[in-house]
């Protein structure tokens, strides 16, 4: 089975700055997709950005974008110009593009994003 | 159709006793996922609807627990004899064919006394 690591279990950044979250996987497909989730306090999950294995190019979700290295299998999430708003639990997920996987999202463990006004 | 609703939102029980939880779906999303999350954990999946057939169970799925989606629609998951074990937060997704968007719930909490 796909296994997703968030190695960092807390994370804080100032208000306006940047923070990167990490995240790598381990997979043996050469298909797939990955996903940051924002899970806020007592509140619903949201998609924040999704990237295709198959596109070289790193998405981009107006403050919201990733590094996706695919030799190394890792997948870090970049937030630009922080807001009180971002402060929530952030999910790394993986879902293969085909066959019986493709039903199903692989949860890393989360980070929790602190932002300090 | 404001997203995912599930329901009750919260729910406390005592040990052995049964417990039902809803989740209405997205009207024009025919896939529907059951997902447990534990207190510092990712979420889990534990089984995915393509309209009323119920196509994946994960091994999380004991015979205690049963879904049900009878007309495409809403689902319910029930589990029968609750243990402490299944204290956790439990979220619905549902998605617009397996390439789509998935959307996810509020969840329902459970607490097992």
């Known amino acids: 089975a796909q296994t997703v690591t968030q190695s960092q279990p807390e994370m804080s950044v100032q208000e306006a700055e940047t923070v990167t979250l990490s995240c790598t996987y381990d997979?043996?497909?050469?298909?797939?997709?990955l996903f940051w989730y924002k899970q806020p306090p007592s509140r619903q999950m949201i998609l924040v950005i999704r990237q295709e294995a198959y596109k070289q190019q790193n998405a981009t979700e107006n403050r919201f974008s990733v590094n996706f290295q695919k030799a190394a299998k890792s997948f870090s999430l970049k937030i630009s110009d922080s807001q009180l708003g971002d402060a929530a639990m952030y999910f790394c997920?993986?879902?293969?593009?085909f066959g019986p996987g493709a039903n199903n999202l692989f949860f890393g463990t989360g980070t929790r994003l602190t932002v300090i006004p | 159709d404001t997203g995912v609703s599930q329901d009750p939102r919260h729910k406390i029980t005592k040990r052995g006793q049964n417990v039902t939880f809803r989740c209405d779906p997205i009207s024009e999303h025919n896939r529907l996922y059951w997902y447990r999350q534990t207190l510092g954990q990712g979420p889990e999946f534990l089984t995915y609807?393509?309209?009323?057939?119920?196509?994946?169970k994960s091994r999380l799925l004991s015979d205690r627990f049963s879904a049900e989606r009878p007309k495409g629609s809403f689902s319910t998951l029930e589990i029968q004899r609750t243990e402490q074990g299944d204290s956790a937060m439990y979220l619905c997704?549902?998605?617009?064919?397996?390439?789509?968007?998935?959307?996810f719930g509020p969840g329902t909490r459970l607490t097992v006394l």
């Open positions: 997979t043996s497909e050469s298909d797939y997709y």
């Open positions: 997920a993986y879902r293969s593009a």
């Open positions: 997704a549902s998605s617009l064919e397996r390439s789509g968007t998935w959307v």
């Open positions: 609807f393509q309209n009323e057939a119920q196509l994946e």
